[in-house]
């Protein structure tokens, strides 16, 4: 059975490969495809096949999926461009014939109001006109979109953001990883939504208290007005356009469009999801 995983050179799809391997999936059975394929070497090395693969490049995209029985089209990172190059990769699957199609979605996506929503929108109407067998992975957020953060954190002495006291569902990437590959590796997952976030919905505020905790320097949180926090994201260097979207999504979670109370992922991943203070603590240990 070939599992082909799509922007397999990203962070997302690089833990896919890993716990696909660790749940047993044949290496030979697994093709990692990608832009940047030297990024793939180590997995080479382990016997998983490597596949030179670009969303705007159909000849590739088509290339990468002869042959496959399963896809994971991890969302592309491209925003505004993301729509047609998921065509791309779902006219690709619907040609090769693939019995199952995953998507990474984003969480509630037919409720949230978040702009960053829009294309997954799209994308999962294009699945449901597609004929192709599908299933939604509506992925929460990242812990990681945090805890990446801690420098910065730490040197300004607060986190900044416009969530209010909103709570987000967040875990680690490797738990949305396991969860796509218990999925890919199963036979029971067609026409399935999963609304996937971690156990423990978390603040902003309790996000730094852990980090006070962990680092032992306090941290506070710092509620700004959406426009205000834009101005602050592209004064460190961030492009307006995606300052806009971070700050939309924060006005997102005051809202509560990333709570996610399910248990799909805790379910698929057959263990706890990874806590925020378990993430927090990991991430300033490695300072």
Do not use: C
């Not at 660790?22 to 290496?27: K, L, M, N």
């Not at 990608?34 to 995209?61: I, N, T």
């Not at 994971?72 to 505004?80: F, N």
């Amino acid at each position: 059975m070939s599992i082909v995983v799509t922007g397999a050179t990203g962070q997302l799809g690089r833990h896919v490969i890993e716990a696909l391997l660790e749940r047993g999936a044949p290496a030979g059975d697994i093709v990692a495809a990608g832009r940047s394929v030297e990024k793939l070497a180590d997995f080479a090395a382990r016997g998983v096949q490597v596949q030179p693969m670009d969303y705007a490049d159909a000849g590739s995209v088509a290339a990468a999926l002869e042959g496959a029985r399963r896809v994971l089209l991890i969302s592309g990172s491209e925003v505004g461009q993301r729509v047609e190059q998921h065509r791309t990769v779902i006219d690709a699957a619907k040609a090769a014939g693939v019995e199952l199609l995953a998507y990474t979605s984003i969480a509630n996506a037919d409720s949230t109001g978040m702009k960053l929503a829009d294309e997954h929108k799209a994308t999962e109407a294009l699945l449901r006109d597609s004929g192709v067998p599908f299933v939604l992975l509506r992925n929460g957020w990242y812990l990681e979109n945090y805890t990446e953060q801690l420098p910065g954190t730490l040197a300004q002495g607060a986190v900044a953001g416009s969530a209010g006291e909103g709570k987000v569902s967040a875990a680690a990437r490797a738990d949305y990883a396991h969860a796509a590959a218990a999925v890919l590796v199963a036979d029971d997952h067609a026409g399935k939504v999963y609304e996937l976030g971690g156990d423990d919905a978390f603040s902003m505020a309790d996000l730094a208290s852990e980090i006070s905790e962990a680092t032992g320097k306090a941290i506070s949180y710092n509620n700004l007005p959406a426009e205000e926090y834009v101005g602050l994201l592209t004064g460190v260097g961030v492009p307006e356009a995606f300052a806009e979207i971070l700050a939309d999504s924060d006005l997102g979670i005051a809202r509560g469009d990333l709570l996610v109370g399910t248990g799909d992922l805790q379910r698929l991943i057959g263990r706890p999801t990874t806590s925020l203070g378990q993430a927090v603590r990991a991430a300033a240990a490695s300072r």
